[in-house]
Antibody
Framework: EVQLVESGGGLVQPGGSLRLSCVASGFDFSSYYMTWVRQAPGKGLEWVANIKQDGSEKYYVDSVKGRFTISRDNAKNSLYLQMNSLRAEDTAIYSC??????????????WGQGTLVTVSS | SFVLTQPPSVSVAPAKTARITCGADNIGSYTVHWYQQKPGQAPVLVVNDDSDRPSGIPERFSGSNSGNTATLTISEVEAGDEADYYCHVWDSLSDQGIFGGGTKLTVL
């Protein structure tokens, strides 16, 4: 059974940093692109970033470029999102999702339950 | 930037057909995926690659994509289909994923 479990969320002050983790199980993690998606309270889904199987390609939504860094450790079946210079508008539930086997245009076929990040003073 | 436009809400009576649209300039040249999200739950993929149905998704769910509109069609709607639905594409021009704003499906 495919499982994705996020952790690392919490309350952080504006300008602060947080590192999110996503541990995967039930599939060959190293064979898939992986994606982070966020959802602000009461709002829709927003694609945040994704990363190629070997970490050689990374893509970001414009609003987080230069502040967030996506990474992965295939030996640990883990995906990460380092978030710096956090803003109030980054407040959201952050979820990891399994992306494509062949390319980044494929669907997100498995999702974690997410971890809540609250940016507030 | 590339924007996917969905109606905020769609209402349908039980056993009828619901159609949820996702509009954008020349969306027919993109590959569209659809997700269902119920309150407090993670999204579930219901249609991938415009019209394919993942394993375990009822045949009542189908998709199409042409011109400037992609459509998720749910036939013989049930109360359990009440949820938010999102379309999703990869924009190769900006190298970013894009979600539509979401459509709340209400079963009357």
């Amino acid at each position: 059974e495919v499982q994705l479990v996020e952790s690392g969320g919490g309350l952080v002050q504006p300008g602060g940093s947080l590192r999110l983790s996503c541990v995967a199980s039930g599939f060959d993690f190293s064979s898939y692109y992986m994606t982070w998606v966020r959802q602000a309270p009461g709002k829709g889904l927003e694609w945040v970033a994704n990363i190629k199987q070997d970490g050689s390609e990374k893509y970001y939504v414009d609003s987080v470029k230069g502040r967030f860094t996506i990474s992965r450790d295939n030996a640990k079946n883990s995906l990460y999102l380092q978030m710096n210079s956090l803003r109030a508008e980054d407040t959201a539930i952050y979820s990891c999702a399994r992306d494509g086997y062949y390319d980044k245009e494929e669907a997100l076929d498995y999702w974690g339950q997410g971890t809540l990040v609250t940016v507030s003073s | 930037s590339f924007v996917l436009t969905q109606p905020p809400s769609v209402s349908v009576a039980p056993a009828k057909t619901a159609r949820i649209t996702c509009g954008a300039d020349n969306i027919g040249s993109y590959t569209v995926h659809w997700y269902q999200q119920k309150p407090g739950q993670a999204p579930v993929l219901v249609v991938n690659d415009d019209s394919d149905r993942p394993s375990g998704i009822p045949e009542r769910f189908s998709g199409s994509n042409s011109g400037n509109t992609a459509t998720l069609t749910i036939s013989e709607v049930e109360a359990g289909d009440e949820a938010d639905y999102y379309c999703h594409v990869w924009d190769s021009l900006s190298d970013q994923g894009i979600f539509g704003g979401g459509t709340k499906l209400t079963v009357l």
